[in-house]
């Protein structure tokens, strides 16, 4: 059973940049694809982007695309996303998540999730 534990999350300016982080444990991940999907309060879940394995094809939101990068470490181990020139847009908890299913944008297409790690922007 895969457990993902995000990190990296906090409290920022506009224009900085953060790295989130997401492991489960040291296993490996290669056989899913990995998603980042965010929710601020009040607002739908909203798909950042995701990477599969083992050729990191990825694949982004519309509203980050040009900002975010997804990655994962060369062990297939912990799925980062690079966030840079935030804005207080970007405010929200941002959540990690597995699939089988390549492509999808649909959260209800991934299982399992991780808590959280809360990103807050400020102008």
């Known amino acids: 059973q895969v457990q993902l534990v995000e990190s990296g999350g906090g409290l920022v300016q506009a224009g900085d940049s953060l790295r989130l982080s997401c492991a489960d444990s040291?296993?490996?991940?290669?056989?899913?694809?990995m998603a980042w999907f965010r929710q601020a309060l009040g607002k739908e879940r909203e798909f950042v982007a995701a990477?599969?394995?083992?050729?990191?094809?990825?694949l982004y939101g519309d509203s980050v695309s040009a900002r975010f990068t997804i990655s994962m470490d060369d062990a297939k181990t912990t799925v980062y996303l690079q966030m840079n020139n935030l804005t207080p847009e970007d405010t929200a908890l941002y959540y990690c998540?597995?699939?089988?299913?390549?492509?999808?944008?649909?959260?209800?297409?991934?299982?399992?999730w991780g808590q959280g790690t809360q990103v807050t922007v400020s102008l």
């Open positions: 990477i599969r394995g083992p050729f990191g094809t990825t």
């Open positions: 998540a597995a699939s089988i299913v390549w492509g999808t944008t649909n959260w209800h297409q991934y299982s399992p």
């Open positions: 040291g296993r490996s991940l290669s056989t899913y694809t």
